[in-house]
T-cell receptor, first 114, second 112 residues
Framework: NAGVMQNPRHLVRRRGQEARLRCSPMKGHSHVYWYRQLPEEGLKFMVYLQKENIIDESGMPKERFSAEFPKEGPSILRIQQVVRGDSAAYFC????????????FGNGTRLTVT | SQQGEEDPQALSIQEGENATMNCSYKTSINNLQWYRQNSGRGLVHLILIRSNEREKHSGRLRVTLDTSKKSSSLLITASRAADTASYFCATDAIRGAQKLVFGQGTRLTINP
């Protein structure tokens, strides 16, 4: 049973380009979360999605960032017109339904904006 | 602002010693979870303690929760070099529908 798969592992973009980060949840998991981690810091919540629905996007910047979790295919975190401050590790986690289910994390995508 | 705050920020001990990390939080919670992160990797779930529990064990891990003080501790007994990692506590607000909020973490180094 494969874990949470994120790709790419490393992504380099120039300022102004678009970054697309992909996340395939564990089999049977219908809830997906995106977190951002700056060096030497904890994870900051960005967005929580279920299939075809955004449940909580309170941690998403108002501009340039969007997320989706379509009926078929992986969840996508999209960052338009990237800036240097977007450089970070972006982690996806998934869980089955249930308030007390632990999160299963992928190994992250490290985005570097040059 | 972060819900959870770990203390200390960094801890270095000898192999075989016990390691204790603390976490404080601000709002009421459903449960508190501890995760480990090895360098360059994702987080791995260690243990979950519910708000109506006071202590929980899993192998060499012991977690306590004091809801009156809004604090938790993680004890790793008989530490091993492989325990070297960052450890994070995470909490969910009662109305938070599993939106976990993580602390800054404790960087634990086990010296052989």
């Amino acid at each position: 049973n494969a874990g949470v798969m994120q790709n790419p592992r490393h992504l380099v973009r120039r300022r102004g380009q678009e970054a697309r980060l992909r996340c395939s949840p564990m089999k049977g998991h219908s809830h997906v979360y995106w977190y951002r981690q700056l060096p030497e810091e904890g994870l900051k919540f960005m967005v929580y999605l279920q299939k075809e629905n955004i449940i909580d996007e309170s941690g998403m910047p108002k501009e340039r960032f969007s997320a989706e979790f379509p009926k078929e295919g992986p969840s996508i975190l999209r960052i338009q017109q990237v800036v240097r401050g977007d450089s970070a590790a972006y982690f996806c986690a998934s869980s089955p339904p249930g308030l007390n289910s632990p999160l299963h994390f992928g190994n992250g995508t490290r985005l570097t904006v040059t | 602002s972060q819900q959870g705050e770990e203390d200390p920020q960094a801890l270095s001990i000898q192999e075989g010693e016990n390691a204790t990390m603390n976490c404080s939080y601000k709002t009421s919670i459903n449960n508190l979870q501890w995760y480990r992160q090895n360098s360059g990797r994702g987080l791995v779930h260690l243990i979950l303690i519910r708000s109506n529990e006071r202590e929980k064990h899993s192998g060499r891990l012991r977690v306590t929760l004091d809801t009156s003080k809004k604090s938790s501790s993680l004890l790793i007994t008989a530490s091993r070099a492989a325990d070297t990692a960052s450890y994070f506590c995470a909490t969910d607000a009662i109305r938070g529908a599993q939106k976990l909020v993580f602390g800054q973490g404790t960087r634990l180094t086990i010296n052989p």
